[in-house]
């Protein structure tokens, strides 16, 4: 009688097809929990006890934020600083806070933003990044974007710009201007600076390369 080979016994592949599903299976769902809880919002409290998380709280546009490189992960982090004013504040409650992001947020979803931007790898590259804008040097103290507007603080740059983009030819391929008022600007501006506090494991990878974009200078 002829040993049949195990390789063309069905049994065997249907036992291995069941292993390799079942392990699967519990490798997706051990997977699912792991990326919820590296991908849900911290809190105020976290802040206030230096408590790092992938994305921080509201309240983080209290802080100031850096870049800076992480030689054991290999790219640049973003870094939860001291106390930083804000269009003049640095007390935003976790509420107050909340609702500007949200503003933010629906703006950047009302005026169809990622039609020309992207933002966390999801959107158009016809315009600039906008992941990490809020670290961009050139709207600092000593940037052409903050001197172009004439503003004195980052955010009030950043706010005029959205306000009145055709006064500021920043670019060969002009912003439109989209109707932006006072309200929705701030509210864009802080959900910029809200994005740039969230880890993105160095994406966008060429964005570190920007010269003074490491340590905020």
């Known amino acids: 009688m002829?040993?049949?080979?195990?390789?063309?016994?069905?049994?065997?592949?249907?036992?291995?097809?069941?292993?390799?599903?079942?392990?699967?299976?519990?490798?997706?769902?051990?997977?699912?929990f792991d990326t919820s809880a590296q991908i849900s919002m911290g809190t105020d409290s976290d802040l206030q006890n230096g408590v790092t998380k992938r994305v921080p709280g509201?309240?983080?546009i209290n802080y100031k934020i850096t870049y800076e490189m992480s030689t054991k992960r290999g790219h640049?982090?973003?870094?939860?600083?001291?106390?930083?004013?804000?269009?003049?504040?640095?007390?935003?409650?976790?509420?107050e806070a909340g609702e500007l992001l949200h503003l933010g947020k629906l703006g950047s979803q009302a005026k169809n933003c990622m039609d020309c931007h992207t933002l966390l790898g999801n959107g158009g590259y016809y315009a600039p990044d906008l992941t990490k804008a809020?670290?961009?040097?050139?709207?600092?103290?000593?940037?052409?974007?903050?001197?172009?507007?004439?503003?004195?603080?980052?955010?009030?740059?950043?706010a005029e710009f959205l306000q009145h983009p055709s006064q500021y030819p920043t670019h060969a391929r002009?912003?439109?201007?989209?109707?932006?008022?006072?309200?929705?600007?701030?509210?864009?501006?802080?959900?910029?600076?809200?994005?740039?506090?969230?880890?993105?494991?160095?994406?966008?990878?060429?964005?570190?390369?920007?010269?003074?974009?490491?340590?905020?200078?």
């Open 174 to 217: 002009m912003m439109p201007n989209l109707g932006i008022t006072a309200k929705e600007a701030k509210g864009l501006v802080a959900f910029l600076k809200h994005l740039s506090s969230i880890d993105t494991n160095g994406f966008p990878r060429n964005f570190g390369k920007i010269q003074g974009a490491i340590h905020g200078k």
């Open 76 to 95: 640049e982090v973003p870094v939860i600083g001291e106390k930083e004013k804000f269009f003049g504040r640095d007390d935003y409650s976790e509420e």
């Open 134 to 158: 809020w670290l961009d040097p050139a709207w600092g103290p000593e940037g052409s974007l903050q001197a172009m507007t004439g503003k004195n603080t980052k955010e009030e740059a950043m």
């Open 2 to 32: 002829t040993n049949k080979s195990v390789w063309s016994d069905s049994r065997f592949w249907q036992r291995s097809a069941s292993w390799v599903t079942g392990f699967a299976a519990i490798l997706l769902i051990w997977l699912t």
């Open 58 to 60: 509201p309240t983080v």
